[in-house]
């Protein structure tokens, strides 16, 4: 079993609809092993994004994420971040429309910047990611319960 995270951007929280439907897509597709609303800072925006630093899109990237609440959760499954990143879509909104309409990108995405939400790119990323947004998460306690069950 793998575990990735998953991230809701701000303009799809301010969204009840789209936020009650890819809750429901996720819930159906993954275990949910946490999930809370988080604000993200300006400092845990830029910590978060520090590989994209000195890109063109950094700074509106990292604005956006700090502008309202965010709803983050860490998702486990059989090959769990191809799937959640399949069910994502592609990044470019525009792309995402045309190539996979029935994606969440696709379905609710704004624009690159607003394009509903992330998904970790790799595990390495994914265990960063999760560090920073669920301080509290012991990845070795919730490994050995899983395999338990």
Sequence with gaps: MEITLAVLKPHVCRNTYALQQIKA????????????????TKELSERFYAEHKGKFFYNRLTTFMHSGPCYALILQ??????????????????????SEPDCIRALYGLSDTRNACHGSDSE??????????????????????????
Excluded: D
Excluded at 25 to 40: D, G, P, Q
Excluded at 85 to 98: C, D, E, I, N, Q
């Design 77 to 98: 499954s059989e090959a769990c971040i191809q799937k959640w990143r399949h069910l994502m879509g592609p990044t470019k909104v525009f792309r995402a429309v045309y």
């Design 124 to 149: 390495a990323s994914a265990l960063r990611e999760i560090a920073i947004l669920f301080p509290e998460f012991k990845i070795n306690k919730t490994c050995e319960q899983t395999h338990k069950a």
């Design 25 to 40: 897509l996720i819930s159906s597709n993954f275990n949910i092993l946490e999930a809370k609303e988080v604000r993200i």
